[in-house]
C-alpha cells in the first residue's frame, strides 16, 4: 500500500526503542484516536527487541486487554505471555485502576487508623472513583510508583510505555492534575479547615463573617454532615502530603525528564490534528520532549494511480453493459465505485495531514495504515508496530 | 438475527428524549435531528446541552447559546426547535435565589469559590442541577397557572456518554450523602420520579464497531438496573456496502479467478495490469471483511431487542441540509409517530 507522502522527518519508533536512553513513552492524543493500541504496539515492538517493558494501559478495549492477558482489572503488571522473547526482553502490562491507585496513596501514606477513616470518607469515596480528573491523576501518580519500583536495587523496567486517559482534549492529561491539585487547596476548603489550624485564629477573625454565611448556606444547602466530612477528609488528606497540587507537579517534572518521549497520536481528520497541533505547541511549552506525530487509521489505496474521478468514470461506462451471470459488470463497476470511495477518503487524509505539516513542518511523523478491522491481537499490534518505523 | 423494526407507538406518551452513547459516536448530531423529527406541525421541542460546549449552536450553526432559550431551528414540519445550553454555576445561582433568596450573600458564594465548589466537585449536586433544570423544562406550563399548555411538546436531552450516564442520571443515590431532608434532596426525589416515568426514554447511539457498541450494552444494563427505560438504539454513520454479497463470496472463493473482471476493466478503457486487478480484488476481500464485523455487531445489537433506528454516513459531512436529512431519516423510520397523542401528566 501506498500513502500520499509529505517532506517531513519520518518518525521511526525504533530509535526511540533502541536507545537506552528512553525510558518512558507517554501515548497522547484526544479521544478514540488509537493512544491504547499505539502504546500496545509500541511496547510489543520494544519488548521484542529485547526491552524490559511495562505498558501502563487505561481503559482498553475488551478485547485488546485479553490479547494482552489481561482478563481481569488489573491494577498490578503480569507478563504478557504471547510476546516473543528470543531477544531477551518481556512485556508486562496493567490496566490504570485509579480508585485502587488512589487508595494505595493513602495507605502508605497516613497512620493505619487514619487511613481507614479516609477511606470510609464519603467525599473521600467520591472524589477517588468519579471527580474529572482524578483519572489523569492517578495516571500519572500510577507512573511515578511504577518509575521507582526497583529490583535488586536497579529499576524494575527499563522502559515504560504509558496510555493516557480517554478525554476530549489532550490537554486535559497535563491539565487535569494541577486543576484537581489545585481544587482540593483552593480557597473555600482552606476556609473549611482554617480553624483547625494554628494561626487560623487570626485569618479566622478577618473573614469569620463571610465565612458564617457561607458555610452557613452551605450546609443548608448540602447537609452539615456533609462539610464535616469534607472538612475531615482534607485536614487527613493535608497531614498526609502537604498538598495535592504540590505532588500533582512533582510527577508533571518527572515527565520533563530527557528520558521521556511523548507520541502525539490523531487521526487524519481536521479535530483531531488541531487538537494535536495544540498538545504539540504545549509541550514545547512545558518544555516537554516530543518524539513527533503518530498519524493513525489512514486511509490507504491499493492502486494509487487510479483516481476517484477516473474510476467513477470507468464504473459508469459498464453500467450500460448487459449482466452475466456469475461475475457481472455491475460488480466490476461496484469494486471501482468502492475504490473511488477509498481513494477520495484517502485524498481527504492526505490534505487534512498537509495542513498539519504546514503549519507544524519540524514535527517528525509516520503514518499507520487504517487496518480492515479493529486491533485485537499481538499479531495486529506487530503490524502496527511495523508501521510505526515508518518503514 | 436482525434487528426491532420500530413501531409507531413506540414513543407515544414519551416527553424527555435523553440521547447517550460512547464519546463521538454522535449523540449531539442525533439529539439534534431528533428534534427536529419531533418537531411536527405546531409543536415546540427544546433540546437541551449540559456540558457547555455549545454542540447545539455548533450543529445548527447558529449563534452561541447562554442561558436563555432562544429559537434555533425550524422543525421537519412546521414546528420549531429551541436551544439551552444549561450552565451549572448560573443554575445554581437560580436555584438559591429561588429557596433562599439569598440577595448579596450570592455573590459572596462566587468570591469564596463556593459555587464553584458545590458545582464541579460535591458529588452529584452538579447533577441535580443540571437535570433539574431539564425537569423544571419537562414540566413548565405557560402562564402561572397549573391548567397552562405546556411550554414544550418534547424535550430532548443532548446527555453525557455512556461512561458517565448512569451516574449522571442516578441523581438519588448520588445525594444519598447529602442532606436527608431539605430542598437539594426533594428535588431528586422528584427528579427521579419523572425519570423513572413512561415520560422518559434514554436513547443510544453507536457506530458498527466493537467498542461503541460494547459500551451500548453496557449502559443498557446498567440503566434498566437504575430503573430507567432504555428507548431506541440508533445506529448512526452507516455505510451503504457498495459490493453485494454474493460478489463478496464470489471473491473469496477465488481471489485469482479475475479474468471477467479484467475483461470489464479493459472495456472501460483502463490500463489493466496486476496492481489494477490485484489492488480492487483486495479492496473488495477487506470491505468483505469489514461486512462480517459489521454483522456481528449487528447481531450484539439485535439481542438488545430494542426498537432500533438506522442512519447513514453523510458523505459531504454535516451541514443544514445533511441535518434534515438525519431527521426525514429519523422520522421515517417512524420515531415520531403519534406524537400528538404524547400529551401526558407530568409530575
Ligand atoms: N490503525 C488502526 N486500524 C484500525 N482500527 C484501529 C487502528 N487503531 C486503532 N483502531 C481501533 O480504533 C478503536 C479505538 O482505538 P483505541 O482504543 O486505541 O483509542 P484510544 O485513543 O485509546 O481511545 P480512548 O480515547 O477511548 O481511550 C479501537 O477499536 C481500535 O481497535
Ligand atoms: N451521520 C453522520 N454522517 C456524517 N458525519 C456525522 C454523522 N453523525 C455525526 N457526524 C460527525 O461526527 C462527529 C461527531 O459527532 P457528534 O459531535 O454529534 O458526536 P458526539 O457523540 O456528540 O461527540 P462527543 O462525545 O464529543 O459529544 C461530528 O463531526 C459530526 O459532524
Ligand atoms: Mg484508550
Ligand atoms: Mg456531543
Redesign the pocket.
Known sequence: MTAVTHEVDVLDVDTLIESSATRTIVCCGSGGVGKTTTAAAVAVRAAEAGRTVAVLTIDPARRLAQALGLEEMGNEPVPVPTVDRSAGGSLDAMMLDMKRTFDEVVLNHAAPDKAQQILANPFYQAVSSSFAGTQEYMAMERLGQLMAERVDGRPRWDLIVVDTPPSRSALDFLDAPKRLGSFLDGRFIRLLTAPAKVGGRAYLKVVSVGVGAVSGAMAKVLGAQFLADVQTFVAALDTMFGGFRERAEQTFALLQNPGTAFLVVATPERDALREASYFVDRLAEEGMPLAGLVVNRVQMTYVPSLSAARAVAAAESLDDEPSRSGWSPADSAALLRLHADIAEQSVRHAAAVGRFTASHPDIAQVQVPSAAHDVNDVEELRQIGESLTGA | MSDRRPTSSDWAGVRLHIVSGKGGTG??TVAAALAMALATEGSRVLLVEVEA?Q?ISQTFDVPQLGEEERRVARGLHGGEVVGLSVDAKAALMEYLQMFYKLGRAGGMLERFGVVDFATTIAPGVRDVLLIGKVYEAVGRREGKRRGGDRTYDAVVL?APPTGRIGRFLNVNHEVAGLAKVGPVRQQADSITRLLQSPQTVVHLVTLLEEMPVQETIDAAAELERIGMRVGAIIVNQERQPLLSPQAVATLREDPDGTTLLEKDLGSAGLRVGPVLTGGLVQTGLDLGDRLELEAQERAEIARLERPTYHLPLLRDGLDAGGLRELADALAGQGICANQDESEGTAG
Open positions: 449523540k449531539t460546549r454542540g443532548d
